[in-house]
């Protein structure tokens, strides 16, 4: 028997208007409301599984990485590094943690990795027990990336990463250190190439962690991508075959971004229209 529960990591408020694409602001702001700088609060959430054996924690959040500067330019919330509050709270530390799962390496998914900032010291890698699974395509990417995503990775965290010698790559559907009948990873190359999606066979039904396929439940609608994402088209194919297994599967999405959505069912109407049918803000499985 495995038990899963979200992890509520730091919070950031983004530009609307990257997060949404091409939706212009009279449609995004009905699904969530806009500050006076346009921008949108958003969760950065993990996924905690134990399975009496281990504990496995999918994604790390944006944490508390940024000096003040750069908090502020990206909009992270809460100076203190959430997630291992949230971790403590479930009687956990990072040094308890067995295995991290990385959907992919931008800031926002993987800067709780690193220790808070301090002005004294360079940040350290969290974590010292655990292995950490990134997709084999995406590591490529992260450590040769393009110019115009270059500022969404943290070069100090991909070289503490390979320092550790605990970097585990994975290019097929499982991976040697989780057990093939309870995790298995399929791929996107919309939002970033390589990004890596998790799904945990549960008593509930199979649960995808989806990154940033689908940040939220705005995004479950085929046409709503981000700004951020490299190839909105292909991202749109990407979305639609995976809407359609998890549905068929009768499974669920776990939604990392939502901020008031941590878990969700999908159906598909007779026009083709997906949408969330069940939810909760909080997975306490």
Request: glycine share 8%; with cysteine; charged share 20%.
């Amino acid at each position: 028997m495995i038990s899963l529960h979200s992890v509520e990591g730091n919070t950031q408020r983004l530009d609307g208007g990257a997060m949404f694409g091409n939706a212009p602001r009279a449609v995004w702001r009905r699904w969530i409301a806009p500050d006076e700088q346009n921008r949108i609060g958003l969760a950065c959430r993990a996924l905690l599984i134990q399975d009496g054996h281990r504990n496995v924690l999918l994604e790390a959040g944006v944490g508390a990485f940024f000096d003040p500067h750069m908090r502020e330019r990206f909009g992270v919330v809460e100076a203190e590094h959430v997630l291992l509050s949230s971790l403590n709270r479930l009687g956990l530390s990072h040094e308890d943690i067995d295995v991290v799962v990385l959907s992919h390496l931008h800031f926002d998914h993987a800067g709780g990795l690193l220790s808070a900032w301090s002005p004294d010291t360079e940040p350290s890698l969290l974590f010292p027990n655990a292995q950490f699974v990134v997709g084999e395509k995406h590591w490529q990417r992260a450590t040769n990336p393009h110019a115009r995503d270059r500022a969404s990775f943290v070069p100090v965290l991909n070289r503490l990463l390979q320092e550790s010698g605990r970097l585990v790559l994975v290019d097929g559907v499982h991976c040697p250190v989780l057990p093939a009948d309870t995790y298995s990873f399929r791929f996107s190359d919309g939002h970033t190439p390589g990004l890596t999606m998790t799904t945990v066979q549960t008593t509930q039904g199979p649960l995808c962690f989806v990154g940033d396929l689908i940040p939220g439940v705005p995004w479950v609608h085929l046409p709503i991508t981000m700004g951020y994402d490299r190839c909105a088209e292909q991202l749109i194919d990407e979305k639609h075959t995976l809407l359609d297994d998890v549905i068929s599967q009768n499974g669920w999405l776990f939604l990392t971004h939502d901020p008031n959505v941590s878990v969700a069912r999908v159906t598909r109407s007779e026009k083709g229209r997906y949408s969330v049918t069940e939810s909760a803000e909080v997975l306490d499985w």
